[in-house]
C-alpha cells in the first residue's frame, strides 16, 4: 500500500499489522514518484480535504496511477467535506479501510487478469487471420514476438525459423534482429524440435510447434518466474496458430504452382486446338473452292444442253421423232441437274443455316409431279391421291426442298388415310395485305384424336419429316401450319411467296432494242445465250472479263450479263473495275455463276446493288432475270424506295417495307423490333461507310433503311427487345470504329403505336 499523508506512521502500523505492505509518502510529488517505482496496488490518502483535492487532481493525471484503486481515510473528516472528493471509497475506521483495499485490490486484479486474457484472444485470433493473408508469413515472427512478450510478461521471447533442405540453417526472430545459431550448440532448442515437446532451464523455455512447418520451428522464451499452466496452454495454441498458418502458406503455395501449370498447359492445349482450327478451316475452304469448281463446271454442260433442247422444243418445224429427243435430252439434263443439286445439298454456311439454290419455278406443276410419282404408293394403300392446282402458279425457291416437303406432306397423308380414304392436293393464290402468296394444301380424311396435338406436329420430338418441312418453307419466307377442318380428317398448309414483277417479254425491232453485252468465255452456252436473248435484246458478245471492260467503256450496253469464271480477268475483278469507273458505275450487272453463295459474297464486297443467277437455268429464267434488272435500273431511286447515296431503302422504303412486316407477325404475335441510330454530328462523307458496316453486320431477313441526314432505321424481325438492344449496341459500338458517334432508340411495336409511319414518328421525337 502506498500511504499519503501527514499521519502515515500510526496509519501504516495498523495496515501492516493486518498484512499490508505499506510505503508512505508525505507529499502528492513522493507519491507520484512511489507510484512509478513500486507500482502499489492501492493508495490510502490521510490528508486534510483541502489538500486532498490537490493531491487527487494530481494522481488523476499521471499515467502510472490510472487504474490504481484510491481509498480515502475519513477517520478524523467531517462528513460535509467528503463530500466534494473525487475517491473511489471513503474508510471511516480501520476495519473498515482494511475491507475496501482488499476489495479494491481484487477488483484491480480481475481488471487486470480480464485485460491480458483480452490481449492473448487478439494475439490468437491475429496469428489466426494470418492464415488469409498472402504476405503474413514474413513479417508474422516480427508481429508476433513483440506482442507475445508484453501478454508473458517475458524478458525476451523469439521465433525459432528453419530454412533450407536437408541440413537446415536455423535463426531466432524478433521485432529488432534476426540471429543465425548452430543447433549443434543448443541441445535444448535441437531436442524440442526433435521431440516436439517443450524443453526449457535456467530460465530459458522452447516450445515447439505440433509438427514441422516451413518457416515457423519454435518459440524461445526466457523468463525467470515459473510459466503457470494457463500460461503453457497459452503458448501451445499460439504455437498451433503459427503451424496452421505456415501449412496454409504451403498450401497456398502448392495451389498456386499447379494453378500456373494448369494454366500451361490449358494455354499449350488452346493453342493446339486453335491451330487445328485453323487447318480445318483451311480444308474447309478449299472443299467450298472444290464445290464451287465442281458446280460450275457442272451446270455449265447443262446450260448448254438444257438450252439447246429449249430451242428445239419451241420450234414448231421440229419433226416429231425429233421432238421425242428433245424431250429425253432436257429429261437427262434435269436427273443429271437432281445429281448436282444432291452434291451441293450438304454445303451449309458458317451459321449452319439452309442454303436455298433459288430459281423461278410453277408450284403448281411441281404439285402435280409429286402427285403422279406417289401415284404408286398411294394405290398400295388403297387411297385416292389427286391434285386440284390452277394452270400455272411461279413463285422464287429452291425447286428441290420444295419436293421434298411435298414429298414428306403428302407421304404422311397418305399414311393416315383411311382404307379406300382419298387425300387431295390443291394450289392456289390467296390474296394477303403484304402481297398475294402461293398457298399449297395436303389433306387427308384420317381420324384425328385431339386437335390441339396438330399444333405441335412440327416440333422434333414429334418427328424430323415435318421438322425439315417447317425449316425449308420458313427458309423460304413462307409459312406452315396444321389443322383440323370441320369436315374431319386433318390438313396441313404452307405458303410461298408470289413473283409477279413479271416484265413483258414482247419481241422489238433491232434497233429500238436495248444493247445486252454477255461476257462468256464458253463459245457454246454463249450462243445459246444469245440466241434466247436475241429475240429481244442486241446482242454483244466478249470472251474474258478484258474485253468486256474494253466494250462496256465504249458501247455503254443497258445490262451486262457476266460470268464470273474468265481468263485474263475474272468476273469480280472486271465488276469492281466497272464500279469503279465513273462512266461504267451506273451499267446494272447480271452475274451468272454455278455458287450458290455468290449473291452473299458480294454483298460483303459492298459494290452496290448487283443482281445474280445461278446455273443451270433456262432462256425464260435469264429473259426473266435480264427484265428485271433492267427494269428496277430505269426508275428513279425514289421511285422504288430506295435511297441513291446508300443503297439502302428511303423513308418510303422503308415504310412500306415496315407495313408488310407489321402483317406478316399479326396473325401469330411474333416479335419485331423497330431501331433508329441518330448521328451526334454531322455525317457528311462518313455515311456510305456506316451504311457497309450496317449491311454487313445485319442478317438476311433483317431490313436497314436511311433516313437522310445520316440517321439509319432498323427492322428486326423475330427479334425481341432486348436480343434487339444488344445488337444496335454492337452496331453502335463498330459505328464508332467509323469516326461517328450513334444514338439509339428502339421499340417494341407490341408496345408502340399501330402504323408504320406513327411507329417512325415516335422514334424520330
Same mark, same amino acid.
Given at each position: 500500500?502506498l500511504?499519503?499523508?501527514?499521519?502515515?506512521?500510526?496509519?501504516?502500523?495498523?495496515?501492516?499489522?493486518?498484512?499490508?505492505?505499506?510505503?508512505?509518502?508525505?507529499?502528492?510529488?513522493?507519491?507520484l514518484?512511489?507510484?512509478?517505482r513500486s507500482?502499489?496496488?492501492?493508495?490510502?490518502?490521510?490528508?486534510?480535504?483541502?489538500?486532498?483535492?490537490?493531491?487527487? !487532481?494530481?494522481?488523476?493525471?499521471?499515467?502510472?496511477?490510472?487504474?490504481?484503486?484510491?481509498?480515502?481515510?475519513?477517520?478524523?473528516? +467531517?462528513?460535509?467535506?467528503?463530500?466534494?472528493?473525487?475517491?473511489?471509497?471513503?474508510?471511516?475506521?480501520?476495519?473498515?479501510?482494511?475491507?475496501?483495499?482488499?476489495?479494491?485490490i481484487?477488483?484491480?486484479?480481475?481488471? %487486470?487478469?480480464?485485460?491480458?486474457? *483480452?490481449?492473448r484472444?487478439?494475439l490468437?485470433?491475429?496469428?489466426?487471420?494470418?492464415?488469409?493473408?498472402?504476405?503474413?508469413?514474413?513479417?508474422?515472427?516480427?508481429?508476433?514476438?513483440?506482442?507475445?512478450?508484453?501478454?508473458?510478461?517475458?524478458?525476451?521471447l523469439?521465433?525459432?525459423?528453419?530454412?533450407?533442405?536437408?541440413? /537446415?540453417?536455423? @535463426?531466432?526472430?524478433?521485432?529488432?534482429?534476426?540471429?543465425?545459431?548452430?543447433?549443434?550448440?543448443?541441445?535444448?532448442?535441437?531436442?524440442?524440435?526433435?521431440?516436439?515437446?517443450?524443453?526449457?532451464?535456467?530460465?530459458?523455455?522452447?516450445?515447439?510447434?505440433?509438427?514441422?512447418?516451413?518457416?515457423?520451428?519454435?518459440?524461445v522464451?526466457?523468463?525467470?518466474?515459473?510459466?503457470?499452466?494457463?500460461?503453457?496452454?497459452?503458448?501451445?495454441?499460439?504455437?498451433?496458430?503459427?503451424?496452421n498458418?505456415?501449412?496454409?502458406?504451403?498450401?497456398q503455395?502448392?495451389?498456386?504452382?499447379?494453378?500456373?501449370?494448369?494454366?500451361?498447359? @490449358?494455354?499449350?492445349?488452346?493453342?493446339?486446338?486453335?491451330?487445328?482450327?485453323?487447318?480445318?478451316?483451311?480444308? &474447309?475452304?478449299r472443299?467450298?473452292?472444290?464445290?464451287?469448281?465442281?458446280?460450275?463446271?457442272?451446270?455449265?454442260?447443262?446450260?448448254?444442253?438444257?438450252?439447246?433442247?429449249?430451242?428445239?422444243?419451241?420450234?414448231?418445224?421440229?419433226?416429231?421423232?425429233?421432238?421425242?429427243?428433245?424431250?429425253?435430252?432436257?429429261?437427262?439434263?434435269r436427273?443429271?441437274?437432281?445429281?448436282?443439286e444432291?452434291?451441293?445439298?450438304?454445303?451449309?454456311?458458317? %451459321?449452319?443455316?439452309?442454303?436455298?439454290?433459288?430459281?423461278?419455278?410453277?408450284?403448281?406443276?411441281?404439285?402435280?409431279?409429286?402427285?403422279?410419282?406417289?401415284?404408286?404408293?398411294?394405290?398400295?394403300k388403297?387411297?385416292a391421291?389427286?391434285?386440284?392446282?390452277?394452270?400455272?402458279?411461279?413463285?422464287?425457291?429452291?425447286?428441290?426442298?420444295?419436293?421434298?416437303?411435298?414429298?414428306?406432306?403428302?407421304?404422311?397423308?397418305?399414311?393416315?388415310?383411311v382404307?379406300?380414304?382419298?387425300?387431295?392436293?390443291?394450289a /392456289?393464290?390467296?390474296?394477303?395485305?403484304?402481297?398475294?402468296?402461293?398457298?399449297?394444301?395436303?389433306?387427308?380424311?384420317?381420324?384425328?384424336? %385431339?386437335?390441339?396435338?396438330?399444333?405441335?406436329?412440327?416440333?422434333?420430338?414429334?418427328?424430323?419429316?415435318?421438322?425439315?418441312?417447317?425449316?425449308?418453307?420458313?427458309?423460304?419466307?413462307?409459312?406452315?401450319?396444321? !389443322?383440323?377442318?370441320?369436315?374431319?380428317?386433318? /390438313?396441313?398448309?404452307?405458303?410461298?411467296?408470289?413473283?409477279?414483277?413479271?416484265?413483258?417479254?414482247?419481241?422489238?425491232?433491232?434497233?429500238?432494242?436495248?444493247?445486252?453485252?454477255?461476257?462468256?468465255d464458253?463459245?457454246?452456252?454463249?450462243?445459246?445465250?444469245?440466241?434466247?436473248?436475241?429475240?429481244? @435484246?442486241?446482242?454483244?458478245?466478249?470472251?474474258?472479263?478484258d474485253?468486256?471492260?474494253?466494250?462496256?467503256?465504249?458501247?455503254?450496253?443497258?445490262?451486262?450479263?457476266?460470268?464470273?469464271?474468265?481468263?485474263?480477268?475474272?468476273g469480280? &475483278?472486271?465488276?469492281?473495275e466497272?464500279?469503279?469507273?465513273?462512266?461504267?458505275?451506273?451499267?446494272?450487272?447480271?452475274?451468272?455463276?454455278?455458287?450458290?453463295?455468290?449473291?452473299?459474297?458480294?454483298?460483303?464486297?459492298?459494290?452496290?446493288?448487283?443482281?445474280?443467277?445461278?446455273?443451270?437455268?433456262?432462256?425464260?429464267?435469264l429473259?426473266? /432475270?435480264?427484265?428485271?434488272?433492267?427494269?428496277?435500273?430505269?426508275?428513279?431511286?425514289?421511285?422504288?424506295?430506295? %435511297?441513291?447515296?446508300?443503297?439502302?431503302f428511303?423513308?418510303?422504303?422503308?415504310?412500306?417495307?415496315?407495313?408488310?412486316?407489321?402483317?406478316?407477325?399479326?396473325?401469330?404475335?411474333?416479335?419485331?423490333?423497330?431501331?433508329?441510330?441518330k448521328?451526334s454530328?454531322?455525317?457528311?462523307?462518313?455515311?456510305?461507310?456506316?451504311?457497309?458496316?450496317?449491311?454487313? !453486320?445485319l442478317?438476311?431477313?433483317?431490313?436497314?433503311?436511311?433516313?437522310?441526314?445520316?440517321?439509319?432505321?432498323?427492322?428486326?424481325?423475330?427479334?425481341?427487345?432486348?436480343?434487339?438492344?444488344?445488337?444496335v &449496341?454492337?452496331?453502335?459500338?463498330?459505328?464508332?470504329?467509323?469516326?461517328? *458517334?450513334?444514338?439509339?432508340?428502339?421499340?417494341?411495336?407490341?408496345?408502340?403505336?399501330?402504323? +408504320?409511319?406513327?411507329?417512325?414518328e415516335?422514334?424520330?421525337?
Open positions: 500500500m500511504i499519503l499523508g501527514g499521519r502515515t506512521p500510526g496509519l501504516a502500523a495498523g495496515l501492516e499489522a493486518r498484512g499490508f505492505r505499506c510505503e508512505a509518502a508525505a507529499r502528492p510529488a513522493e507519491a514518484k512511489a507510484v512509478a507500482r502499489p496496488d492501492a493508495i490510502v490518502i490521510s490528508l486534510p480535504a483541502r489538500s486532498a483535492s490537490t493531491a487527487l !487532481e494530481a494522481l488523476r493525471q499521471s499515467p502510472q496511477a490510472r487504474g490504481v484503486p484510491l481509498v480515502f481515510d475519513g477517520s478524523r473528516v +467531517a462528513a460535509r467535506s467528503l463530500g466534494r472528493l473525487d475517491v473511489d471509497v471513503v474508510a471511516r475506521s480501520l476495519e473498515e479501510l482494511e475491507q475496501q483495499l482488499l476489495a479494491g481484487r477488483a484491480r486484479r480481475a481488471a %487486470d487478469r480480464d485485460e491480458l486474457v *483480452r490481449r484472444l487478439e490468437l485470433l491475429d496469428v489466426t487471420r494470418a492464415a488469409t493473408d498472402r504476405q503474413a508469413l514474413s513479417r508474422l515472427a516480427t508481429v508476433v514476438a513483440p506482442r507475445l512478450r508484453d501478454a508473458l510478461g517475458c524478458e525476451e523469439k521465433v525459432l525459423q528453419l530454412e533450407g533442405e536437408g541440413p /537446415r540453417r536455423a @535463426y531466432l526472430v524478433d521485432a529488432d534482429s534476426r540471429m543465425p545459431i548452430d543447433l549443434a550448440l543448443a541441445p535444448t532448442v535441437r531436442a524440442a524440435i526433435e521431440t516436439r515437446a517443450p524443453a526449457g532451464g535456467d530460465g530459458t523455455w522452447v516450445y515447439p510447434v505440433p509438427h514441422e512447418p516451413a518457416a515457423f520451428a519454435a518459440l522464451i526466457k523468463r525467470v518466474a515459473l510459466l503457470e499452466q494457463e500460461e503453457r496452454d497459452f503458448i501451445s495454441a499460439i504455437c498451433v496458430a503459427l503451424a498458418v505456415a501449412e496454409h502458406v504451403q498450401a503455395a502448392s495451389v498456386s504452382r499447379t494453378q500456373t501449370t494448369l494454366e500451361s498447359a @490449358y494455354l499449350e492445349r488452346f493453342k493446339e486446338l486453335q491451330e487445328a482450327n485453323l487447318r480445318l478451316k483451311a480444308f &474447309d475452304r472443299k467450298n473452292e472444290l464445290m464451287a469448281v465442281l458446280s460450275h463446271d457442272l451446270r455449265a454442260p447443262l446450260n448448254v444442253q438444257l438450252g439447246h433442247a429449249h430451242l428445239l422444243l419451241t420450234d414448231a418445224s421440229l419433226p416429231p421423232g425429233l421432238k421425242h429427243s428433245a424431250e429425253a435430252i432436257q429429261r437427262s439434263s436427273k443429271m441437274l437432281a445429281l448436282v444432291s452434291l451441293l445439298e450438304s454445303s451449309r454456311d458458317q %451459321d449452319g443455316r439452309i442454303v436455298l439454290f433459288t430459281k423461278a419455278m410453277d408450284v403448281s406443276e411441281i404439285c402435280q409431279e409429286a402427285v403422279n410419282d406417289l401415284q404408286i404408293l398411294a394405290r398400295e388403297g387411297v391421291l389427286r391434285a386440284e392446282a390452277p394452270m400455272s402458279l411461279e413463285v422464287v425457291g429452291d425447286e428441290q426442298k420444295i419436293r421434298q416437303v411435298l414429298q414428306n406432306l403428302i407421304t404422311n397423308a397418305i399414311k393416315h388415310a382404307g379406300a380414304g382419298a387425300v387431295v392436293v390443291r /392456289r393464290r390467296k390474296p394477303q395485305p403484304d402481297g398475294d402468296v402461293a398457298l399449297v394444301e395436303v389433306q387427308d380424311d384420317g381420324a384425328v384424336g %385431339d386437335p390441339n396435338d396438330l399444333l405441335m406436329v412440327f416440333e422434333r420430338s414429334t418427328g424430323l419429316g415435318l421438322t425439315i418441312c417447317r425449316d425449308y418453307v420458313e427458309r423460304h419466307g413462307g409459312e406452315i401450319w396444321a !389443322e383440323a377442318p370441320t369436315e374431319g380428317g386433318a /390438313r396441313f398448309s404452307f405458303t410461298l411467296p408470289i413473283r409477279t414483277d413479271k416484265p413483258e417479254r414482247r419481241p422489238v425491232t433491232a434497233a429500238a432494242a436495248p444493247l445486252v453485252l454477255l461476257a462468256e464458253d463459245p457454246v452456252f454463249a450462243r445459246v445465250c444469245s440466241l434466247g436473248l436475241s429475240g429481244h @435484246y442486241r446482242v454483244e458478245v466478249a470472251h474474258d472479263g474485253e468486256a471492260l474494253r466494250k462496256a467503256r465504249t458501247l455503254a450496253p443497258d445490262i451486262i450479263v457476266m460470268d464470273i469464271f474468265m481468263p485474263n480477268r475474272d469480280l &475483278d472486271a465488276l469492281t466497272l464500279k469503279r469507273a465513273p462512266e461504267t458505275s451506273a451499267i446494272p450487272v447480271l452475274l451468272i455463276s454455278g455458287h450458290s453463295e455468290l449473291s452473299e459474297k458480294l454483298r460483303a464486297l459492298d459494290l452496290g446493288h448487283v443482281d445474280t443467277l445461278t446455273k443451270p437455268f433456262s432462256l425464260s429464267q429473259l426473266t /432475270r435480264v427484265g428485271d434488272t433492267m427494269k428496277r435500273n430505269t426508275r428513279t431511286a425514289s421511285a422504288v424506295g430506295l %435511297d441513291p447515296e446508300t443503297g439502302l428511303n423513308q418510303l422504303g422503308l415504310v412500306n417495307r415496315l407495313d408488310q412486316e407489321l402483317s406478316r407477325r399479326r396473325p401469330f404475335d411474333r416479335a419485331l423490333t423497330v431501331g433508329v441510330l448521328p454530328g454531322p455525317a457528311g462523307a462518313k455515311i456510305a461507310a456506316c451504311a457497309g458496316v450496317i449491311r454487313r !453486320e442478317r438476311s431477313p433483317d431490313v436497314v433503311g436511311h433516313l437522310g441526314g445520316g440517321v439509319f432505321a432498323v427492322l428486326l424481325p423475330e427479334t425481341p427487345l432486348d436480343e434487339g438492344r444488344l445488337l &449496341d454492337r452496331l453502335c459500338t463498330l459505328l464508332e470504329g467509323e469516326g461517328l *458517334r450513334f444514338e439509339a432508340r428502339l421499340l417494341d411495336v407490341r408496345e408502340g403505336p399501330q402504323g +408504320a409511319d406513327l411507329l417512325l415516335r422514334l424520330l421525337a
